[in-house]
């Protein structure tokens, strides 16, 4: 079946420092790329998405970049603060009824 | 995007009961769906619930097992029946953030925390 990998399961950085996560999907057909962030005892919640007509989206301290040929999307964190401290999920969807795919997600730490 | 309130947080149950969740959405939405999300793992769709039809189950989820309300479009439960220790995970409800035209990402619930003993 379809699946997204994400990578690292894991992610230490120091703050004020970058983080990056990477995810790879199969299904060509996708066409829309949320990522979310999931605090402890909390729901994820969408933080950036892309589509596919796009190739990269910046909003504040995160951008996502999108290569459709590699089928290949990242995460990108710039200045981390301790309070970027959660799990990240990637997903990959094509609509029409199929279901999201979400990735295994990574664990980040900002230490302070 | 959408607001949900799902209940309970949390819960302890004995083995062999059942817990029923709920989640109400703060406007109409044709599907929910319902994840789960065992400890330190990713999220698993359970089933997707359209108001005025039976659920749509995923493979390795079946009906009586996890059966789904779903009586108006702004309201769902999910039961967990004949609990196990197995069963111990966080149970999310969610609405896709659409207009008509374009998909979009998910709102969430909160989650609810189970614990089987």
């Known amino acids: 079946g379809e699946n997204v990998e994400q990578h690292p399961s894991t992610l230490s950085v120091q703050e004020g420092d970058s983080a990056v996560i990477k995810c790879t999907y199969s299904?060509?057909?996708?066409?829309?790329f949320p990522w979310y962030k999931q605090e402890l005892g909390k729901g994820p919640q969408l933080i950036i998405d892309?589509?596919?007509?796009?190739g990269e989206k910046k909003d504040q301290r995160i951008a996502v970049t999108l290569n459709k040929t590699a089928k290949h999307f990242s995460l990108h964190i710039t200045e981390t603060q301790p309070e970027d401290s959660a799990v990240y999920f990637c997903?990959?969807?094509?609509?029409?009824?199929?279901?999201?795919?979400f990735g295994a997600g990574t664990r980040l730490f900002v230490k302070a | 995007s959408a607001v949900i309130s799902q209940k309970p947080s949390r819960d302890i149950c004995q083995r062999g009961t059942s817990l029923t969740i709920q989640c109400q959405v703060d406007?109409?939405?044709?599907?929910m769906f319902w994840y789960r999300q065992q400890p330190g793992q990713s999220l698993t769709l359970i089933a997707t619930?359209?108001?005025?039809?039976?659920?749509?189950?995923e493979s390795g989820f079946v009906i009586d097992k996890f059966p789904i309300s779903r009586p108006n479009l702004t309201f769902s439960t999910l039961t967990v029946s004949n609990l196990s220790p197995e069963d111990s995970s966080i149970y999310l409800c969610?609405?896709?953030?659409?207009?008509?035209?374009?998909?979009?990402?998910?709102?969430f619930g909160s989650g609810t925390r189970l614990t089987v003993v």
């Open positions: 299904d060509s057909a996708s066409n829309y």
């Open positions: 406007s109409q939405v044709t599907m």
């Open positions: 969610s609405v896709e953030d659409r207009d008509w035209t374009e998909i979009g990402g998910y709102t």
């Open positions: 997903a990959a969807s094509r609509g029409g009824g199929f279901k999201t795919i």
């Open positions: 892309i589509r596919s007509n796009v």
């Open positions: 619930a359209n108001q005025g039809s039976e659920a749509t189950y």
